[in-house]
T-cell receptor
Framework: AQTVTQSQPEMSVQEAETVTLSCTYD???????LFWYKQPPSRQMILVIR??????QNATENRFSVNFQKAAKSFSLKISDSQLGDTAMYFC????????FGPGTRLSVLP | EADIYQTPRYLVIGTGKKITLECSQT?????MYWYQQDPGMELHLIHY???????EKGDLSSESTVSRIRTEHFPLTLESARPSHTSQYLC?????????????FGPGTRLTVT
């Protein structure tokens, strides 16, 4: 069975700084998708970024980018120029045989 | 903006009552999911469906039941609510293709059982 691990339960970053959230996963599959979701306090869960495993190029969406290391089964999220609105729970997710979410990282952006 | 809806948004109900949480999506997605989540905590999959008349239990044991009679509708029912059911319930849906689509989430139902 696939598992997703996020080793940082909580993180904080100063506004305008850069922060990296870690995610590792375990699977025997070769073709799969990876996602980062954001859940702001008391608000709806939304997709931040996604990565297809067959693509070597790391995905980028404005201030959000990933570092996808397939051999290491690592999928970290980098947030550049952090903003107060980035304060949220961030969930890493794996979509292969099954869809699996990690336990989440609570990110606080400090003014 | 994802077209997935949940009602009610908030519900306070007494122990022993039967409740149904509604979830509907207008995207034609085959796959639908129910998650239980305490505020600020991880998601626990309690039920999922890959199509009409198909339902499965998730990883977290739950006393709830679901049905999938129409593609767009995936209601969750608690026959007898208990205080331990107090939590947030999130509904999600995704397309039929494996890995083709991410999960889209509804706004959630925050349930309090007194």
């Amino acid at each position: 069975a696939q598992t997703v691990t996020q080793s940082q339960p909580e993180m904080s970053v100063q506004e305008a700084e850069t922060v990296t959230l870690s995610c590792t996963y375990d699977t025997s599959e070769n073709n799969y998708y990876l996602f980062w979701y954001k859940q702001p306090p008391s608000r709806q869960m939304i997709l931040v970024i996604r990565q297809e495993a067959y693509k070597q190029q790391n995905a980028t969406e404005n201030r959000f980018s990933v570092n996808f290391q397939k051999a290491a089964k690592s999928f970290s999220l980098k947030i550049s120029d952090s903003q107060l609105g980035d304060t949220a729970m961030y969930f890493c997710a794996f979509d292969g045989q099954n869809f699996v979410f990690g336990p989440g990282t609570r990110l606080s952006v400090l003014p | 903006e994802a077209d997935i809806y949940q009602t009610p948004r908030y519900l306070v109900i007494g122990t022993g009552k039967k409740i149904t949480l509604e979830c509907s999506q207008t995207m034609g997605h085959d796959k639908m999911y129910w998650y239980q989540q305490d505020p600020g905590m991880e998601l626990h999959l309690i039920h999922y469906s890959y199509g009409v008349n198909s339902t499965e239990k998730g990883d977290l044991s739950s006393e709830s039941t679901v049905s999938r009679i129409r593609t767009e509708h995936f209601p969750l029912t608690l026959e007898s609510a208990r205080p331990s059911h107090t939590s947030q319930y999130l509904c999600a849906s995704s397309g039929a293709g494996r890995g083709d689509y991410e999960q889209y989430f509804g706004p959630g139902t925050r349930l309090t059982v007194t």
